[in-house]
């Protein structure tokens, strides 16, 4: 089992990573908290998996929340749902809520939990490979509007991150795949070893050790950005051209992980463009690897359009992340003229 710590602003992280780690959760509680009562939040397709067991566990009386899959629930409606749960069940600011789901149902929990009474303790469980290496580790927590996705959030560190990668078995293909998109990035732009030990034939018998190199980035990172002013930006290598082609597709024809990987192969042409190493050939090869796509299935005039509405745009200038060399990631602000010709040129 790994540990690393998060020093946050409003808490200390304790995050352990490790294989079958999940029937140690109420250990790792006791070990920090006190709480009376206990609320878990999951979805309709984890409830049935892992709820019993994780409930079983405590002996003090736990109750939940099953909230619908799917990103569509992320809501504020679902928030207040959840806030009345808490409520009936008479939860106080030294009780503890745990999330127990991928990233929507780790990002609304958070969000409850930052809120509800100005905060309680939080603890995050996350069961997606996105999950585990991305969101429930950072301290970004939110839910979408009609007018877009993760409008409205806060930054809150949950306390405890359990990670048990033996849970990802359950994972179907596509989403376990889609997860690998954001492995590939940290590989890319940090630690070159993740793409080693991720193109070895076995590797999934090896993800607790491949989590935890991820991971480790994540804290390093937020460690010293916490609240996404400049150097956190490096995290969305992929994430700029694969935000504008994930809106042309209405968040619906790609997944995340698609676009991300998209996102990676044109941002490798970009930095070849520029006049850096070409990985374009490396990076392409790699996702297929893992049945990711690498080929922008929209005309790149209108990526470069819903592009323009990124949030890491600034000004006349969007912050572009490339990579020289592997495993090293670099912010160049490149005006949006220079971006269009050289995103058309072939
Ligand atoms: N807070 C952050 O820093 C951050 C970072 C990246 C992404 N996100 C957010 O994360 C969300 C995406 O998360 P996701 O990809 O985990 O999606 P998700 O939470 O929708 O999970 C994907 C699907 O897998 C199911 N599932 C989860 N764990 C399972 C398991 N172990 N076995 C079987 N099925 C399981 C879920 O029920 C769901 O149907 C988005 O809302 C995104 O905005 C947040
Ligand atoms: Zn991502």
Same mark, same amino acid.
């Given at each position: 089992m790994y540990h690393l710590s998060l020093h946050g602003s409003n808490t200390d992280s304790d995050i352990y990573i490790g294989s079958g780690i999940f029937s140690q959760t109420a250990k790792h509680i006791a070990e920090k908290f006190q709480p009376t009562r206990i609320h878990i939040v999951t979805d309709s397709n984890v409830a049935p998996l892992y709820l019993e067991q994780l409930r079983a566990e405590f002996p003090i009386g736990v109750t939940t929340t099953v909230i619908p899959a799917g990103e569509e629930y992320k809501t504020l409606d679902t928030v207040a749902g959840i806030y009345a749960d808490l409520s009936e069940a008479e939860l106080t600011r030294s009780d503890l809520v745990i999330a127990l789901g991928g990233g929507v149902v780790g990002d609304i929990t958070g969000f409850t939990a930052a809120t509800y009474l100005r905060g309680i303790h939080v603890c995050q469980i996350p069961t997606t490979l996105l999950a585990q290496v991305d969101s429930s580790v950072g301290g970004k927590t939110g839910v979408d509007l009609p007018q877009g996705k993760n409008l409205v959030g806060a930054f809150y560190q949950p306390e405890l991150v359990i990670i048990d990668t033996d849970i990802l078995t359950s994972l179907p293909e596509h989403i376990f795949n889609d997860g690998m998109a954001e492995v590939i990035k940290y590989g890319c732009i940090a630690n070159p070893d993740i793409l080693n030990m991720i193109a070895q034939p076995d590797f999934k018998s090896n993800m607790q050790h491949i989590v935890y190199e991820c991971v480790r980035i994540k804290r390093d990172v937020v460690q010293q950005d916490e609240h996404d002013t400049?150097?956190?930006?490096? +995290?969305?290598f992929g994430h700029t051209i694969g935000h504008g082609a994930e809106k042309v597709g209405h968040f619906t024809e790609l997944t995340h992980g698609q676009a991300v990987a998209i996102g990676m192969v044109q941002a490798a042409k970009l930095g070849a463009k520029l006049g850096? &190493?070409?990985?374009t050939q490396q990076i392409t090869e790699i996702c297929q690897a893992h049945? +990711?796509? &690498?080929? +922008?299935?929209?005309p790149i005039e209108e990526v470069y359009a819903a592009m +323009?509405?990124? #949030? #890491?745009?600034a000004g006349d200038s969007i912050n572009m992340i490339l990579i020289h060399p592997m495993g090293k990631a670099n912010i160049h602000k490149i005006p949006l003229e220079q971006l269009h010709t050289l995103l058309t040129a072939e």
């Open positions: 400049g150097l956190r930006m490096i +995290l969305n850096e &190493t070409d990985y049945e +990711l796509p &690498t080929q +922008l299935p929209y +323009l509405h990124d #949030k #890491k745009r």
